[in-house]
T-cell receptor, first 112, second 117 residues
Framework: SQKIEQNSEALNIQEGKTATLTCNYT??????LQWYRQDPGRGPVFLLL?????KEKRKERLKVTFDTTLKQSLFHITASQPADSATYLC???????????FGKGTTLSVSS | NAGVMQNPRHLVRRRGQEARLRCSPM?????VYWYRQLPEEGLKFMVY????????ESGMPKERFSAEFPKEGPSILRIQQVVRGDSAAYFC???????????????FGEGSWLTVV
């Protein structure tokens, strides 16, 4: 069956460290993968998109990698801050013409 | 603010009543998606609509749930005869391009929280 897994439900790190979140998928061949941030009681907010032919994408302190052989994406936040504390969701297009499918998310807590 | 607008933000219904959730997409967007988020679970796709058409309803429960996106006005997600298990956050999202377009980013509203008592 098709599956999207995010490495852990919760990740706790100290301020200033790099947070690394993992998204693994099976039985898909997505054309692109997206990462969203969701704060409690709010809707998800788009962060980054990476296409299947791109290895890496950066935006300020964020970096995403996409390995279609391993079927994995890594999401990095460098120099993390308490304000980065949120749930991060990865999403895939599993089939042309269908809506994005989301992983359950990883909740990141950055302590000062 | 030209974002995706959802209302009501919070809705309480007794078992057996109907719930109607409304979504106005971002300006210029004609594609609408509804997702449901249960406590401790991820976003689950329900239905994808374009103006006056249901494109994909593979995530919709077969009974009691329906959705529409008329030519004029907001998209409506309707839940008839609600049960306690329907209590969840319902998110609407919209996009300019259709699902499957390369780089199709979707923009979410702030959600409608349904509580069934």
């Amino acid at each position: 069956s098709q599956k999207i897994e995010q490495n852990s439900e919760a990740l706790n790190i100290q301020e200033g460290k790099t947070a690394t979140l993992t998204c693994n998928y099976t039985n898909y061949s997505p054309a692109y993968l997206q990462w969203y941030r969701q704060d409690p009681g709010r809707g998800p907010v788009f962060l980054l998109l990476i296409r299947e032919n791109e290895k890496e994408k950066r935006k300020e302190r964020l970096k995403v990698t996409f390995d279609t052989t391993l079927k994995q994406s890594l999401f990095h936040i460098t120099a993390s801050q308490p304000a980065d504390s949120a749930t991060y969701l990865c999403a895939l297009d599993v089939q042309a013409g269908t809506a994005l499918i989301f992983g359950k998310g990883t909740t990141l807590s950055v302590s000062s | 603010n030209a974002g995706v607008m959802q209302n009501p933000r919070h809705l309480v219904r007794r078992r057996g009543q109907e719930a109607r959730l409304r979504c106005s997409p971002m300006k210029g967007h004609s594609h609408v998606y509804w997702y449901r988020q249960l406590p401790e679970e991820g976003l689950k796709f329900m239905v994808y609509l374009q103006k006056e058409n249901i494109i994909d309803e593979s995530g919709m429960p077969k009974e009691r749930f329906s959705a529409e996106f008329p030519k004029e006005g907001p998209s409506i997600l309707r839940i008839q005869q609600v049960v306690r298990g329907d209590s969840a956050a319902y998110f609407c999202a919209s996009s300019r391009e259709g699902a499957g377009s390369s780089g199709n980013t979707i923009y979410f509203g702030e959600g409608s929280w349904l509580t069934v008592v």
